[in-house]
């Protein structure tokens, strides 16, 4: 599927420096009219081949970029800021206001995970390399901020001249944009991470009309998600669960995935289909982006559905406890009731969940429920395919627990989504396909091909295109 797609005529250049065959570490370098500019700068995240890729030579010199422009806060779009800084970078990021205070969150807390996880590798020795050492501290990261350039929906920023860019919704977590590039009279359009036009909260992604060149996700283009009643499997597996007297522990990512699943169990309680249980946030960054969340859901121009006639505070279950120190954290082990825990990372590539799941997986009256992607190499997905035993912390553990994987709740559009937001546009844009694995790229570019009949590209790591 990839073809060389060098044009010599044209000077604009791009090169795909991350999630180009993979769903992570999202990095696009685009130099057009002497301006050097980094689209997304994600940390790779997953399989050790794909971490190890973070300690790679940066492909140019950061002190040589720019600016950074940022469709959304997730790590694997945001995370490798301040790296990016610790090599050299000092220019703005561009990002929605949303977007800048969420990263206020996430990428202090980046820092404090590989600064935890760091430690308890040495403190382990199941490290490869000794010691081990984080990407970069929680103090850099915060220094990072700094460089935050908050910039509104739809207004137009111009970076040279003739060369401006814009953000558009993207439908996927709060403050999550499309970038509008316009420069020389075309216009290219990064995706970023696509949502769904029918979410709890989030609004659905903006049309977009023309774009000569379009570099779309692909996260779930060989997949449809299930055709389920979300609310109803919830249900089923909170009140099984709970009457098996186990615990039902999610990995949930903190930003997004967190706020929509706590608004459905509020709803659930509300409506009298489950019980009242215990809801454990053992995410310091999800209770922190909880105000965020309770704030632009009363906004009305915000791109969070309208929830105020709910009531001002959506997310918070009746029994709600917010973890904020690893003793807290801790704590949970001696639980022996039924209870809910919400951890993250959502793919149990790191953080507090890998705790949780040493303690729990073990036993068959607790449940594991996966709620968005489970990329390639990631406990996550092993456990999702079935596996029996899992390696956590250099120890193998047996699979007991029930797991359960409820892919409806993802916050990415799917291949018929996407096709059909496709439709709105006028134009016949070259298409780009990233963030998305091997298999995926090729089977989403096969479908626009047939529907559209557009040409489209699945670039590798690294490749450059003379766009
Ligand atoms: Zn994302």
Redesign the pocket.
């Given at each position: 599927m990839i073809r060389n797609f060098r044009r010599e005529n044209r000077c604009d250049v791009g090169a795909f420096w991350g999630a180009a065959q993979t769903v992570t570490g999202s990095k696009f370098l685009v130099e057009q009219s002497g301006v050097c500019a980094l689209v997304d700068c994600g940390l790779f995240q997953g399989a050790r081949e794909w971490k190890n890729r973070n300690w790679n030579e940066f492909p140019v010199d950061p002190a040589r970029i720019d600016c950074v422009v940022l469709?959304?806060?997730?790590i694997?779009?945001s995370g490798y800021l301040p790296r990016l800084r610790k090599l050299g970078f000092r220019g703005p990021v561009y990002c929605t206001p949303a977007t800048a205070e969420l990263l206020a969150l996430l990428l202090p807390d980046s820092g404090r995970l590989q600064e935890e996880d760091a430690a308890y590798a040495n403190k382990k020795q199941y490290t490869q390399h000794t010691p081990a050492l984080p990407l970069y501290m929680e103090w850099e990261a915060r220094e990072t901020l700094q460089q935050l350039r908050p910039v509104d929906f739809y207004a137009s920023l111009e970076l040279a001249p003739g060369l401006a860019f814009s953000f558009k919704r993207a439908g996927?977590?709060l403050g999550?944009a499309m970038i509008e590039w316009k420069t020389g009279g075309r216009i290219f359009v990064f995706s970023?991470?696509l949502g769904r036009p029918a979410q709890f909260i989030t609004r659905k992604p903006d049309d977009i009309e023309r774009a000569d060149c379009l570099i779309l996700e692909s996260t779930y283009g060989d997949r449809l998600h299930q055709q389920i009643d979300v609310r109803r499997r919830l249900m089923e597996i909170v009140q099984q669960t709970a009457s098996a007297g186990g615990m039902l522990l999610i990995p949930a990512?903190a930003i997004?995935r967190t706020q929509e699943l706590l608004f459905l169990l509020r709803k659930l309680e509300e409506d009298k289909q489950i019980p009242q249980l215990p809801v454990y946030i053992d995410s310091p960054m999800a209770i922190h982006a909880l105000p965020i969340y309770n704030r632009r859901s009363i906004d009305a121009s915000a791109e969070l559905q309208q929830l105020a006639h709910f009531d001002s505070t959506p997310f918070v279950c009746h029994h709600i406890k917010a973890l904020k120190t690893v003793e807290e954290s801790k704590q949970l082990n001696d639980i022996t009731y039924p209870a809910i825990v919400i951890s993250s990372s959502g793919m149990a590539t790191g953080g507090r969940i890998l705790h949780h799941l040493k303690r729990r997986i073990t036993d068959h009256r607790n449940t594991i429920l996966f709620i968005g992607f489970q990329a390639h190499g990631t406990k996550g997905r092993f456990l999702v395919d079935g596996a029996k035993e899992i390696r956590i912390h250099g120890k193998i553990y047996t699979v007991r627990a029930q797991i359960e994987y409820l892919d409806a709740l993802s916050?990415?559009a799917d291949y018929n989504e996407i096709l059909t937001w496709l439709s709105s546009v006028k134009s016949s844009p070259e298409i780009f396909l990233v963030h998305g694995e091997q298999g995926a790229g090729a089977s989403l570019a096969q479908k626009i091909q047939d529907r559209y009949g557009w040409n489209v590209t699945v670039p590798a790591y690294g490749q450059t295109a003379h766009l």
């Open positions: 469709t959304h806060a997730h694997d779009h996927h977590i999550s970023g991470d990512f997004g916050c990415h």
